[in-house]
T-cell receptor, first 116, second 114 residues
């Protein structure tokens, strides 16, 4: 069964450093998403991406964040200068269609980011 | 804005017990409702969904009914198994074309003991 993969599974970085989280969505999917979950809190939407551009972003997704689909398979989330409060589990997701009520989003296992 | 409130965990039950995990929501318009499950070391998996009032989603013995009058989507299972131990997330999506942004609850950790 096709699945979304994410690398690395755990990333430790120093405050102020740049990190890139990588995701390989399911191959025929067209919509891509990033979510995050700070320990003990809700899973929060960060950004959605379609047709090589951001379709929606949350207020969390400020200028320190960017997303890219550099080739036909990868989807990346970059945090330019990490802060302590960026420590969280980051989930990538993809869907075949974006319509509400569709088959749903498929999630990767997550990357745990720890900022020291 | 949209929000989802679900039952605080953790929840511990014996095998074959009846399970209910409560979920209520606040939304404008007519959201779709979902339950996702996360098994240890894995990503969130769609468990079931409902797209309109009175719809019942079901999968793997789990059920949830979209109740517009009480803005609820409670998850139930008649007889749980040890393999059902996981974290369960209630979620809703906006009916915005081309963007199925999900709003999640905090998750409820369920542990089933033999």
């Amino acid at each position: 069964e096709p699945e979304v993969t994410q690398t690395p599974s755990h990333q430790v970085t120093q405050m102020g450093q740049e990190v890139i989280l990588r995701c390989v969505p399911i191959s025929n999917h067209l919509y891509f998403y990033w979510y995050r979950q700070i320990l003990g809190q809700k899973v929060e939407f960060l950004v959605s991406f379609y047709n090589n551009e951001i379709s929606e972003k949350s207020e969390i997704f400020d200028d320190q964040f960017s997303v890219e689909r550099p080739d036909g398979s990868n989807f990346t989330l970059k945090i330019r200068s990490t802060k302590l409060e960026d420590s969280a589990m980051y989930f990538c997701a993809s869907s075949e269609e974006g319509l509400a009520g569709g088959p749903g989003q498929f999630f990767g296992p997550g990357t745990r980011l720890t900022v020291l | 804005g949209n929000s989802v409130t679900q039952m605080e965990g953790p929840v511990t039950l014996s095998e074959e017990a009846f399970l209910t995990i409560n979920c209520t929501y606040t939304a404008t318009g007519y959201p779709s409702l979902f339950w996702y499950v996360q098994y240890p070391g894995e990503g969130l998996q769609l468990l079931l969904k409902a797209t309109k009032a009175d719809d019942k989603g079901s999968n793997k013995g789990f059920e949830a009914t979209y109740r517009k009058e009480t803005t609820s989507f409670h998850l139930e299972k008649g007889s749980v198994q040890v393999s059902d131990s996981a974290v369960y997330f209630c979620a809703l999506s906006d009916r915005v074309f081309g963007n199925e942004k999900l709003t999640f609850g905090t998750g409820t950790r369920l542990t089933i003991i033999p």
